[in-house]
């Protein structure tokens, strides 16, 4: 059997976190909603059952967390900073897609979220 595209997925992850052009959003804060898709070859551990063969999804989280935890005027900034430190720290990871949103934006409108979406690569 061949294996083709792989990727890990960690959906939904819930943050509070200030980040926020205005000085309201730093200092009451907003739930941040950050959904990951990250491109890798795990091929050995789907074969082998062996973590040392894929990326370790808590592992991951607690550097997103850690990211969401430095506030930031702009989600386009905590979204490149995630990507940068993903791509740094794990090696089997080749490619980055996040989602970034923030709930109940400050902005005078009947809108449930709103954020942004990159993809970052080693290339």
Request: proline share 3%; charged share 25%; with cysteine.
């Given at each position: ?26 200092t ?75 709930t109940?934006?400050?902005?005078g409108a ?14």
């Amino acid at each position: 059997m061949k294996q083709r595209k792989m990727s890990i997925h960690l959906c939904g992850m819930k943050f509070y976190a200030y980040h926020g052009v205005e000085r309201q959003e730093r200092t009451v804060g907003n739930t941040f909603i950050v959904d990951l898709e990250l491109d890798c070859d795990f091929s050995q551990a789907s074969s082998t059952d062996d973590l040392s063969g894929t990326v370790n999804y808590a592992s991951v989280h607690q550097a997103v967390k850690e990211e969401m935890e430095k506030p930031s005027l702009l989600l386009e900034h905590v979204s490149a900073r995630i990507c940068k430190r993903l791509l740094d720290e794990f090696p089997l990871i080749d490619t980055v897609r996040i989602r970034l949103s923030k709930t109940n934006p400050p902005m005078g409108a009947d809108i449930a979220s709103c954020g942004v979406g990159m993809e970052c690569s080693r290339e």
